[in-house]
């Protein structure tokens, strides 16, 4: 009864402080759409790709490895820090060096200075992932709300600023860089930093089974990036950064009921399955008590996006935009099928079962289907 008592609490209070940043990230939109271009929207998702794969690299699987590892926090944080340090050091060097081959590739110039930019927020989400996770075992989700919370407007503060002014797809680009930093910096404050800003004596073995289990979860959530950035590329490389843009909108829209909702219910659910694992009947419920409140909140504000599209496309964003409504239309119901699938992943990282993850991802990508348009498509915005 008392974990779901905490579970509730704080579904409650991370789903509206999801909302209150999704409301502040629809007015946003709403005025970044009206001040900026579908070229700029394109420039800047198409440096998201690389770089948001690397930054998952970055952080090493920690995030969720921590959270689900048997370990005492204490002993394995340290452990991880040092994993995660090394891992996204060489992940945002990669970065660096090899962003004009990949504006070359594209041929899109602008892609290099955009891209060594936007490195620095590999190395800062890397080290992020421990002490975040930290707060998460420790159930303080608290603080992780109030870090999302300020980086998210601060980060839309500065975007909306450099785009008054004139700055272009750079206005999308700073907008994660000055987030990734800012939350970053609360979260280090407010972690127990005994727990893993300390020496500890190495231990190989556990060292072994976070970096094993730290790969299962890159591995799947690189195959979903795959899975999710990969069509932005064929349309970059096949069209154009216009084209991307369009593309890009669609898809931000039609993804705000699973980002208002399941994203902060997801945050919960992890620790909690890894609270009950030992325990089959709870698991069950719990899942089922998950699976009942998306198909409540999450299905019918995707059948309304469905329908009311090109109202929402024009009314919101303007005439400008109207190329983007089809592909609101196919990501509107596609994002119910990746809420289910992503409560699914929730249950095997809290049932510390990474490899079933790396599974799952893998068959949802065999039968996605070839057809650029067939697959979600990540949000710039952090």
């Known amino acids: 009864m008392e974990l779901r008592n905490k579970v509730f609490k704080w579904s409650v209070l991370l789903t509206v402080t999801r909302w209150v940043q999704q409301l502040v990230r629809v007015a946003s939109f709403i005025i970044l759409a009206r001040l900026l271009d579908p070229q700029d929207y394109g420039i800047a998702t198409l440096a998201q790709a690389p770089i948001g794969l690397l930054a998952l690299i970055a952080g090493a699987g920690m995030a969720t490895a921590l959270v689900s590892t048997r ?11 040092i994993l995660t340090l090394c891992v996204a050091a060489f992940s945002s060097t990669i970065a660096v060096v090899f962003a004009p081959q990949y504006a070359h590739a594209l041929g899109q110039p602008e892609l290099t200075d955009v891209c060594r930019a936007m490195a620095i927020m590999i190395l800062v989400d890397g080290l992020y992932a421990v002490p975040r996770a930290v707060l998460s075992r420790t159930m303080n989700f ?61 231990d190989g073995a556990l060292a072994y089974q976070l970096g094993r289990s730290g790969l299962s979860i890159t591995g799947t959530n690189s195959l979903f990036y795959a899975y999710t ?39 919960v659910l992890l620790p909690a399955y890894a609270g009950i694992r030992d325990k089959k009947e709870r698991v069950a419920r719990a899942l089922l008590s998950s699976y009942r409140m998306l198909t409540m909140v ?56 990474p490899n079933y993850t790396v599974l799952s991802e893998a ?20």
């Open 71 to 81: 370990a005492e926090i204490g002993k394995a944080a340290p452990h991880g820090l």
């Open 142 to 202: 608290g603080w992780i709300a109030l870090a999302e919370t300020v980086s998210t407007f601060t980060g839309i503060g500065v975007a909306i600023a450099l785009a008054y002014r004139g700055y272009g797809y750079w206005s999308l680009a700073w907008w994660p860089i000055v987030a990734s930093a800012l939350r970053f910096v609360i979260v280090v404050w407010k972690s127990p930093k005994r727990m893993w800003l300390r020496p500890v004596p190495w």
């Open 229 to 267: 950035y990969g069509d932005s590329l064929v349309i970059g490389k096949l069209y154009d950064a216009v084209t991307v843009g369009y593309y890009a909108q669609g898809f931000r829209i039609a993804n705000l009921p699973i980002v208002m909702f399941f994203s902060a219910l997801d945050h």
């Open 298 to 353: 999450v299905l019918p504000a995707a059948v309304g996006l469905l329908i009311l599209a090109p109202e929402l496309v024009i009314v919101l964003v303007g005439e400008k935009w109207r190329e983007s409504i089809p592909f609101l239309q196919v990501f509107a119901l596609q994002g119910f099928a990746r809420s289910i699938h992503e409560n699914l992943l929730a249950l095997f990282f809290g049932l510390d079962r």
């Open 363 to 382: 068959v949802k990508k065999l039968f996605a289907g070839g057809s650029p348009i067939d697959h979600e498509y990540a949000i710039l915005a952090p």
